[in-house]
């Protein structure tokens, strides 16, 4: 039995239209419907055109949603942009900041990250924050500077394990098929969990994610480490069978 309840959130990334998205969540909330003991908490984070349609399908069900990304600001002229407020809106509970490919493909700092996730928390959805380093970083034996510097500057001041969940993915295994070695995970979880401890006062309660090619095969022994509260789940969260899989694997 964890010490924190496991989080298994899958995010679709800009994948998913209409007919397939919904089919998608629909065969979720049946896997759900008769497994009411599931030990996961189950989040699903579809593109930003499918948020209104899934969240019909999830009202009512113990499966939460999120979007992808906030803006800093409630509201104003942002063309293209949604903010915090409009997912609340929309029923979310949830919101993933800082995601590495939002960081590579739209140059977001560690300073963005944290006043979106400072946006978050203004509009009540948790903030999951991305964190991970690249392959270079690894090789070279930065990677736990690299990641801590990523946690102290993208975390808002005064966060709680309510309003915030961070996610660790190293950028080399996301979407590649490679996964972290368990050895690896396991140590930059248990440097994270003490630097959110010196961060905040119940910081070393936050649940702390680990991302990056996480399949049913290689689940259980991330999720069964000790410091592992939970994954973020990219392409395997496209296949119901496979992401219900990797919920199972919290028992
Ligand atoms: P992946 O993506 O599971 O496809 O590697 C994880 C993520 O980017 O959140």
Not at 92 to 111: F, K, Q
């Amino acid at each position: 039995m964890k010490a924190r309840r496991p989080l298994i959130a899958g995010n679709w990334k800009m994948n998913g239209f209409a007919i397939r998205g919904t089919q998608l969540a629909g065969a979720l909330v049946g896997r759900v419907a008769e497994a009411p003991d599931l030990a996961a908490e189950l989040l699903i984070c579809p593109p930003a055109t499918l948020i209104a349609p899934v969240g019909e399908l999830l009202r009512g069900t113990p499966i939460s949603l999120g979007g992808q990304d906030c803006h800093p600001a409630e509201s104003g002229a942002h063309t293209g942009d949604i903010s915090a407020e409009m997912l609340a809106d929309l029923g979310c509970d949830y919101v993933i900041v800082g995601h590495s490919e939002r960081r590579a493909d739209h140059g977001e700092s560690d300073e963005l990250v944290r006043a979106k996730a400072e946006a978050a928390a203004r509009a009540e959805l948790v903030a999951i924050v991305c964190v991970g380093e690249t392959a270079e970083q690894r090789d070279s034996g930065d990677a736990l500077d690299v990641v801590r510097r990523q946690v102290r500057g993208s975390l808002p001041s005064g966060f709680t394990p309510d309003s915030v969940v961070v996610a660790y993915e190293p950028v080399w295994a996301i979407g590649t098929g490679k996964v972290a070695r368990p050895e690896d995970v396991a140590e930059m979880h248990a440097a994270i969990r003490a630097q959110m401890g010196e961060l905040a006062d119940r910081g070393h309660q936050v649940r702390l994610l680990y991302g990056g090619s996480v399949k049913p095969d290689n689940a259980a022994g991330l999720l069964g480490l000790e410091d592992v509260d939970g994954a973020l789940v990219g392409g395997a969260s496209l296949n119901a069978d496979d992401f219900w899989a990797i919920a199972k694997t919290c028992g």
